[in-house]
């Protein structure tokens, strides 16, 4: 059967890093890590669906009709970028950690993932009007097991760390076209439970409270089956699996949830046959009132802090700009308020870089014949009157001056904390003459991850290598152009590396805690 070539992304809708989902996925049987599920959910929560065809465009209601018509099979697409995880969430994943949650993600190709209900499934596909689909996969009429393989390949391309997931065309409707019965949760609290079981309870608390059933039974059969446990694990499932992930979700996210036992039989000596739960969401706070901005000096310094940073933030996009460099821009100007400055930049039009915002506000500030700058920024752009009205309070106007003296101090010293760069890989190669350029290569990936070996791993690779010092051993290596030497340097500490994850997976270690 030849597939069709039409290749479609999930458009991020809305708040960034929400993860929507499939209630069918949610109440599958999730074959599937802690790991895997994690990967699963950041997936999700950074796809993008459009056609390749190079123009970029998402697929229209009238595309997706004709191909329905034409019953052909189509896939889904997720484009991740590998270095926006980074700068938003470094401590889970720093270089070393991506490469580890790659690894992860390519275990999972054409690995079945969840065991969905077949006539539910069935349901689904016919609503959207993707029966055929499954037809054509499938020759039997009614199947009586249902496994989907959601991810049919992984691609990764340097330099940049662009990621892109394949789905299966068996999941790609439910992805793409999903309009009900789908539950949006938070990919920050995901990240943050270290249990399978928390991600998977998680996510079913979340779609019951989408359906607005705050209270609900599930039997003992039924966790089971979400956790992927066997009919033995029954025994230990409240003491080993549900009340610690309850308390890891309680502890570490919005819900709260209450849980308690159904019994069979007589008393509190009947058999447990399930569990009650009550669950609750904490309201997120609220921003802060336009009153409070105003009047309390410390809510005003925090609201400055987060929108220097977000605006360095942008900025960046242009030209590296620090959060301490636009405080020190902010309080060298003469005539023009810090306050009303930062109301320019926050309205100058987003077609624009911000950039020349920047600089428009150095050149009113400085220009002889502009008599009221202040006033002439206000008028610059046409915005209504009370969006970031409390700007231009004069108790606001007065307080910035020393906000901005205390946060450009703040930022100053955490920058003398960081420690100095070191000499760059590029630079240590030059200055010993490397000429050969598969020693060059070798030479830069042994760097890359000896910087990062923790002292235990480093002493074993000296053992290993019978050498006292490793620094002295890899520059001879280099200096004879050896490369054979140099493919058995990296070879044994990607064995080191290995051995030393392995150990700590005995010892019942999480993994993410050794990177």
């Not at 065309?169 to 990919?187: D, G, R």
């Not at 209270?215 to 409240?238: A, G």
């Not at 925090?302 to 700009?321: C, G, N, P, R, Y």
């Not at 140099?486 to 990177?515: H, M, N, S, W």
Request: charged fraction near 35%; aromatic fraction near 10%.
């Amino acid at each position: 059967m030849v597939l069709s070539p039409i290749m479609v992304y999930m458009s991020k809708k809305g708040k960034p890093w929400r993860v929507r989902e499939p209630n069918l996925l949610i109440e599958a049987k999730q074959k599937m890590t802690r790991e895997e599920l994690l990967v699963w959910a950041w997936c999700l929560a950074n796809a993008r669906f459009w056609i390749t065809d190079g123009d970029g465009r998402e697929l229209t209601l009238e595309e997706l009709e004709e191909i329905r018509k034409k019953q052909e099979v189509f896939y889904a697409v997720s484009s991740v970028e590998l270095e926006e995880l980074r700068r938003r969430f470094p401590e889970h994943f720093s270089p070393r950690k991506v490469k580890y949650w790659r690894e992860v993600l390519k275990g999972m190709e054409k690995k079945i993932v969840f065991e969905v209900n077949c006539e539910a499934y069935k349901q689904v596909l016919e609503d959207l009007g993707f029966t055929y689909i499954l037809e054509k996969f499938v020759k039997k009429k009614d199947p009586t097991y249902c496994g989907i393989a959601t991810i049919m390949g992984v691609f990764f391309s340097e330099p940049k760390g662009d990621l892109q997931v394949v789905y299966t065309p068996l999941v790609a409707p439910l992805l793409v076209l999903l309009k009900k019965w789908f539950t949006i949760y938070n990919f920050e609290e995901v990240l943050n439970l270290k249990l399978k079981a928390s991600i998977v309870l998680y996510r079913v608390f979340k779609e019951k409270l989408g359906l607005k059933r705050n209270e609900f039974e599930l039997s003992k059969e039924e966790l089971l089956e979400l956790l992927d446990l066997k009919s033995k694990d029954s025994r230990n499932l409240r003491q080993k699996y549900l009340e610690p992930a309850i308390k890891e979700i309680n502890e570490k996210t919005r819900l709260k949830v209450e849980v308690e036992q159904i019994r069979r039989g007589r008393g509190r000596g009947g058999k447990i046959v399930g569990f009650r739960f009550r669950v609750e969401e904490e309201p997120r706070p609220e921003e802060a009132t336009t009153k409070d901005l105003v009047e309390n000096f410390d809510v005003l310094k925090k609201w400055f802090k987060k929108t220097i940073e977000q605006l360095a933030e942008e900025l960046s996009l242009h030209k590296q700009v620090s959060p301490a460099e636009i405080a020190r821009s902010l309080l060298s100007l003469e005539r023009i308020n810090p306050a009303v400055a930062i109301w320019f930049l926050l309205h100058y039009p987003k077609s624009e870089a911000k950039l020349y915002a920047l600089e428009h506000i150095k050149w009113v500030d400085s220009h002889p014949k502009l008599d009221l700058p202040n006033k002439y920024l206000q008028h610059s752009i046409q915005v209504p009157k009370k969006e970031l009205q409390f700007l231009w309070d004069q108790r606001v106007k007065h307080a910035v001056w020393s906000i901005l003296q205390e946060l450009k101090k703040e930022w100053e010293e955490k920058q003398e904390q960081e420690p100095k760069e070191r000499e760059t890989q590029e630079e240590e190669l030059d200055r010993i003459k490397v000429r050969h350029p598969l020693v060059k290569i070798l030479a830069r990936e042994i760097l890359d991850e000896a910087k990062i070996l923790v002292e235990e791993e480093k002493q074993k690779l000296k053992q290993e290598l019978g050498v006292e010092s490793f620094k002295d051993y890899l520059k001879q290596l280099i200096l004879a152009e050896d490369v054979i030497g140099l493919q058995k340097v990296r070879t044994i500490i990607e064995k080191v590396r290995r051995e030393y994850e392995k150990q700590a997976l005995e010892k019942g270690i999480d993994p993410f805690d050794l990177i």
